[in-house]
């Protein structure tokens, strides 16, 4: 089974300043998909970005990046110039391409904190 | 606005009770997944029907079962409840199988058990 874990249970940043957010996976997979989800005290779940592991580029969404190590099972979240809506709950997700189903496996989450 | 709707935003009852929970999905959409959000075992799936049909299982208790109804909303239901299953129970929803599909997330359930 696959199992995504995120260290880091809390993170500050400075308003406008770049903040990276980390997430490793476990899988014996060689494709799969792999999500950053967003959860604001509305905890509405917004996807932010995702990655296809078969594609080496690294994804980008306007002030969001990741870096993807797949050797290193690594899954990064980079926020540029951060602003005050973007304090939430950050998820790490993976989802498989084999199986029947499409479910997502999702890490601990790492709360996010912008100061002013 | 993600399109997905669920039925009560907020429910409280007591132990040994039972509840539904309900789901539309988007319109067009024929995937239906169950998520739980607790403080104890954070995101998790529990169920995903596709036009009906029961397609994957994660870790749902025997005391939970779901369906998917010709009109493609689907209902969890809880019985027996214990306090360790109060959680957010969300619900998302993808246009089929296609591994490429996104899931959209409805603003969830918050179940409380007393």
């Known amino acids: 089974a696959q199992t995504v874990t995120q260290s880091q249970p809390e993170m500050s940043v400075q308003e406008a300043e770049t903040v990276t957010l980390s997430c490793t996976y476990d899988?014996?997979?060689?494709?799969?998909?792999l999500f950053w989800y967003k959860q604001p005290p509305s905890r509405q779940m917004i996807l932010v970005i995702r990655?296809?592991?078969?594609?080496?580029q690294n994804a980008t969404e306007n002030r969001f990046s990741v870096n993807f190590q797949k050797a290193a099972k690594s899954f990064s979240l980079k926020i540029s110039d951060s602003q005050l809506g973007d304090a939430a709950m950050y998820f790490c997700a993976y989802r498989s391409r084999k199986g029947a189903g499409n479910m997502l496996t999702f890490g601990g989450g790492t709360r996010l904190m912008v100061k002013p | 606005d993600s399109g997905v709707t669920q039925t009560p935003k907020h429910l409280i009852t007591a132990t040994g009770q039972r509840v539904t929970l309900r789901c539309s999905p988007r319109s067009g959409d024929l995937s239906v997944y169950w998520y739980q959000q607790s403080l104890d075992q954070g995101l998790q799936f529990l169920i995903q029907y596709y036009n009906g049909e029961e397609r994957a299982k994660g870790n749902i208790l025997e005391r939970f079962s779901a369906q998917q109804f010709p009109d493609l909303h689907s209902e969890l239901n809880l019985s027996s409840l214990e306090l360790g299953d109060s959680a957010l129970y969300f619900c998302a929803s993808s246009p089929g199988l296609a591994d490429n599909n996104e899931q959209f997330f409805g603003p969830g359930t918050r179940l409380t058990v007393l």
């Open positions: 899988t014996s997979e060689s494709d799969y998909y």
């Open positions: 990655q296809e592991a078969y594609k080496q």
